[in-house]
Nanobody
Framework: VQLQASGGGLVQTGGSLRLSCAAS????????MGWFRQAPGKEREFVATISWNGGNTAYADSVKGRFAISRDNARDTAYLQMNSLKPEDTAVYYC?????????????????WGQGTLVTVSS
């Protein structure tokens, strides 16, 4: 599976962005997907995950209620809708495909990673 993340950009506090993760390869529809982020000077952290059929999702506490992960298996694409953005959401966002069909927040469970897309939230 190859992953291409897009949709990042500069947005003001309180604004919204939708990230997309386009996948190529036959395995996308069988894999759980996840979004992670890495802010400058910080370690990569889990943001959200979705199961292979979209039936289960999970979020980091810091984004719960503001972000929503989804997927369209017909288009081999996963999404991250980000609302009520805050300056602390500023980071490079990465999408990843899990080894498993279910949700997981563990980076080690992901074996394919996209290149990242930068989200900058201005105050």
């Amino acid at each position: 599976v190859q992953l291409q993340a897009s949709g990042g950009g500069l947005v003001q506090t309180g604004g919204s962005l939708r990230l997309s993760c386009a996948a190529s390869g036959r395995m996308f529809r069988n894999n759980g997907m996840g979004w992670f982020r890495q802010a400058p000077g910080k370690e990569r952290e889990f943001v959200a995950t979705i199961s292979w059929n979209g039936g289960n999702t999970a979020y980091a506490d810091s984004v719960k209620g503001r972000f929503a992960i989804s997927r369209d298996n017909a288009r081999d694409t996963a999404y991250l809708q980000m609302n009520s953005l805050k300056p602390e959401d500023t980071a490079v966002y990465y999408c990843a495909a899990s080894r498993y069909a279910t949700i997981t927040s563990q980076p080690g469970h992901y074996h394919h990673w996209g290149q990242g897309t930068l989200v900058t939230v201005s105050s």
